[in-house]
């Protein structure tokens, strides 16, 4: 059973820093893709950042040069660094698995070929 569980949120003031960590159980694929989402109240889910099994990197313009996606290779884990956070970025946070690279993405995908999805973590940050 795949399992995919967030944690590292919380509340920070603007140019703060959190570490989302993203713990992938049971997802035994050779070729993937695991990607960040946010979604704040009242919009729509966005991709923030997605990695590939090749280890290419992809995010949303908003946050390039802030956030850092990553992974641990042995244990199949993904973090999320952010830094210089802003109020904009508060959201709650998802990671996502699709079995299916990104590799080379100007973007990343959006959360239809996601196929399994964590619970969320809050992110608040104040001015």
């Known amino acids: 059973q795949v399992r995919l569980v967030e944690s590292g949120g919380g509340s920070v003031q603007a140019g703060g820093s959190l570490r989302l960590s993203c713990v992938v159980s049971?997802?035994?694929?050779?070729?993937?893709?695991i990607g960040w989402f946010r979604q704040a109240p009242g919009k729509g889910r966005e991709a923030v950042a997605a990695?590939?099994?090749?280890?290419?990197?992809s995010y949303v313009d908003s946050v390039k040069g802030r956030f850092t996606i990553s992974q641990d290779n042995v244990k199949n884990d993904v973090y999320l660094q952010m830094n210089n956070l802003k109020p904009d970025d508060s959201a709650m946070y998802y990671c996502?698995?699709?079995?299916?690279?990104?590799?080379?993405?100007?973007?990343?995908?959006?959360?239809?070929?996601?196929?399994?999805w964590g619970q969320g973590t809050q992110v608040t940050v104040s001015s």
């Open positions: 990695i590939s099994s090749d280890g290419s990197t």
């Open positions: 049971g997802f035994t694929y050779s070729t993937y893709c």
């Open positions: 996502a698995a699709m079995v299916a690279g990104c590799r080379g993405a100007s973007r990343p995908p959006p959360a239809d070929p996601y196929v399994h």
